[in-house]
């Protein structure tokens, strides 16, 4: 057999969905799991959304559209962002993908080529780094620390822009910190894209999860509208995860290769999915500001219990619904060990923090889109563990 492609050896995976794999097979053995591993809304998608897809697939809608987006949907997603975050967008520079991974692989593909930089977050989302390196260009981590409150080191970020960097990647609130990025350091990051003409792709997908205050976005700052791609979409905010439904607003030079790539992959986005993602936007269920006060209560319940556990710190996360401990007190080897162990051992499932690069090493990542009860188990679960694990040997 002639071999795969060699670029196949630079695509990464989400280790988020091996280790739901692996704890789906020890439940399939009789354990009892609490599953902190992925990052999925636990509520339903709510009624009034459902009933629009359904009523669509009634009609017959169940035809191509064009490889953008229904209009509709288009011109209900710049009247949101006009609404919600205040950015002026026309309908046209709206692309709408089955998911919005889709939006990240079509800029990439779309922007980056050989000899290219671009500079991602690290801990951050895995995909990011993996589909710089598949489209061949060269990814440059901006590690977040936990001493800057996972904010970027502005001084840190200049340095690493080179004559080759021609993208940066921010996402906020972050995955997986919970972080959130400050007014200050936005207007930063903005005043370096201007200098140094460099495009941005921000991962806005969780910018309705922000607990205390509002999302901004970098798009709002002078001169960003036109080199900034927003990403976005239906899975987090409307529990609308496995109906596939994302989109990006592109700067107009952007719009028709990336419709192009989309025709050229996936063709376009299923129908009765557009019609309900236009009615989550046009009539905004209920259902989802009483999600987000759940999630704050569980943020707020899985930061006390981490804290109250001996050697384990947690900062209190701003947006999204993940938790970030930092485990080193602990004393194990590595937080891929610890994550292994509180599966096996304690039946918890949860991703060590160097899923998302290697400054996540010390971490944990929790997502607390569980219920309260269970995430009440978990906590309850690791303190047990913990108080009678042992360190592994050294050497």
């Given at each position: 057999m002639r071999p795969l492609a060699p670029r196949m050896s630079r695509l990464g995976t989400e280790t988020a969905f091996e280790v739901l794999a692996r704890a789906r097979a020890l439940e399939a053995n009789g354990r009892d799991i609490v599953h902190l591993e992925i990052g999925e809304p636990d509520f339903d998608t709510p009624p009034s959304i459902v009933a629009a897809g359904v009523?669509?697939?009634?009609r017959?809608?169940?035809?191509?559209?064009?490889?953008?987006?229904?209009?509709?949907?288009?011109?209900?997603?710049?009247?949101?962002?006009?609404?919600?975050?205040?950015?002026r967008v026309d309908p046209s520079?709206?692309?709408?993908?089955?998911?919005?991974?889709?939006?990240?692989?079509?800029?990439?593909?779309?922007?980056?080529?050989?000899?290219?930089?671009?500079i991602y977050p690290d801990p951050g989302f895995p995909i990011y780094s993996s589909m710089i390196d598949f489209a061949g260009a060269r990814g440059i981590a901006l590690p977040l620390r936990e001493a800057n409150a996972f904010q970027p080191d502005l001084d840190e970020l200049r340095e690493l822009v080179t004559e080759r960097t021609k993208l940066i990647i921010l996402n906020s609130p972050?995955?997986?910190?919970?972080?959130?990025?400050?007014?200050?350091?936005?207007?930063?990051?903005?005043?370096?894209?201007?200098?140094?003409?460099?495009?941005?792709?921000?991962d806005e997908i969780y910018g309705e999860l922000v607990y205390e205050g509002r999302h901004r976005s970098i798009a709002l700052e002078q001169g960003l509208a036109e080199r900034t791609i927003?990403?976005?979409?239906?899975?987090?905010?409307?529990?609308?995860?496995?109906?596939?439904?994302?989109?990006?607003?592109?700067?107009?030079?952007?719009?028709?290769?990336?419709t192009k790539l989309v025709t050229n992959s996936?063709?376009?986005?299923?129908?009765?999915?557009?019609?309900?993602?236009?009615?989550?936007?046009?009539?905004?269920?209920?259902?989802?500001?009483?999600?987000?006060?759940?999630?704050?209560?569980?943020?707020?319940?899985v930061v006390k219990g981490l804290n109250a556990i001996p050697g384990i710190t947690c900062r209190l996360p701003h947006g999204a619904f993940y938790a970030f401990?930092?485990?080193?007190?602990?004393?194990?080897?590595?937080?891929?060990?610890?994550?292994?162990?509180?599966?096996?051992?304690?039946?918890?499932?949860?991703?060590?923090?160097?899923?998302?690069?290697?400054?996540?090493?010390?971490?944990l990542r929790l997502s607390y889109a569980n219920s309260l009860a269970n995430l009440q188990k978990a906590v309850s679960r690791i303190a047990e563990w913990s108080s009678r694990v042992a360190p592994l040997p050294t050497g």
């Open positions: 009523a669509a697939l009634e017959g809608e169940t035809h191509y559209t064009p490889s953008a987006g229904v209009v509709e949907l288009r011109e209900a997603i710049a009247s949101y962002l006009a609404a919600r975050r205040g950015l520079q709206v692309v709408v993908t089955p998911g919005a991974k889709p939006i990240m692989f079509y800029a990439l593909l779309a922007l980056l080529d050989a000899g290219d930089e671009a972050h995955n997986p910190t919970g972080g959130v990025l400050g007014e200050d350091a936005i207007r930063e990051i903005a005043s370096i894209a201007r200098e140094r003409d460099l495009w941005v792709l921000s927003l990403l976005d979409g239906f899975s987090k905010t409307f529990a609308m995860t496995g109906w596939r439904l994302g989109y990006g607003v592109f700067p107009r030079p952007l719009v028709e290769p990336v996936v063709s376009c986005t299923a129908t009765f999915v557009q019609r309900a993602g236009a009615a989550a936007l046009l009539a905004r269920p209920p259902e989802v500001d009483r999600m987000i006060a759940e999630f704050r209560k569980r943020r707020d319940a401990p930092n485990i080193t007190g602990i004393g194990l080897r590595s937080s891929a060990d610890v994550a292994d162990r509180l599966l096996q051992e304690a039946g918890v499932a949860t991703l060590a923090g160097t899923c998302f690069g290697g400054a996540g090493e010390g971490y």
